[in-house]
């Protein structure tokens, strides 16, 4: 039997849908679809992540909050921390990115390798509204680094919100 697929899912991939095209008041059924979800274990979100939304004190993070089954994942796990000095070692060695890529990732409060280290050291597909650099190279390294670039270099699967909604069979009507 195959293992279910379970997705980490980035704070955009929650503040662009609320913020740009399923609003709370025009699309309710997409938020009793993906509240279903995070419910049953499907959907889950990084600690790191949770907090970021409930900074914002505003309708996203009410509905969050009314999630009752939640599946939170901490960020700092054993396998995590090493999967994260992969990644940043990474970004820093690779020869794709300058150094302010790096110092952009670094502090602890950027949710961005963390996400990408707890998705590749549970096995989880990442979902992220991040879109890819066009082209890295090393002849000309990108002042930032992006999830789905580095996510595939480390072997992690990163998909947008649309592809998640169609892996799950949410469609809205």
Same mark, same amino acid.
């Given at each position: 039997m195959d293992k279910q697929e379970i997705f980490l899912i980035d704070s955009n991939a929650l503040i662009t849908p609320f913020r740009f095209y399923y609003a709370f008041d025009?699309?309710?059924?997409?938020?009793? $679809?993906?509240? %279903?979800?995070? +419910?049953?274990?499907?959907?889950?979100?990084?600690?790191?992540?949770?907090? $970021?939304?409930? %900074?914002?004190? +505003?309708?996203?993070?009410k509905w969050l909050s009314s999630v009752s089954h939640l599946a939170i994942v901490p960020k700092i796990t054993e396998q995590t921390v090493k999967e994260y000095q992969n990644v940043m070692q990474f970004v820093a060695s690779s020869g794709y990115y300058t150094e302010r890529a790096l110092t952009t990732?670094?502090?602890?409060?950027?949710?961005?390798?963390?996400?990408?280290?707890?998705?590749?050291?549970?096995?989880?597909?990442?979902?992220?509204?991040e879109v890819r650099s066009r082209g890295l190279s090393k002849k000309t390294p990108n002042r930032s680094a992006k999830i789905p670039d580095v996510a595939e270099?480390?072997?992690?699967?990163?998909?947008d919100i649309f592809e998640m909604m169609?892996?799950?069979?949410i469609i809205i009507r």
């Open positions: 025009l699309v309710p059924p997409y938020w009793k $679809e993906l509240k %279903k979800h995070l +419910d049953s274990g499907e959907v889950v979100i990084l600690d790191a992540v949770k907090d $970021e939304i409930e %900074k914002g004190q +505003d309708d996203l993070s990732w670094a502090p602890e409060n950027i949710a961005d390798p963390w996400l990408i280290a707890s998705a590749k050291a549970n096995g989880y597909t990442l979902v992220t509204q270099y480390l072997g992690v699967k990163a998909i169609r892996r799950l069979g």
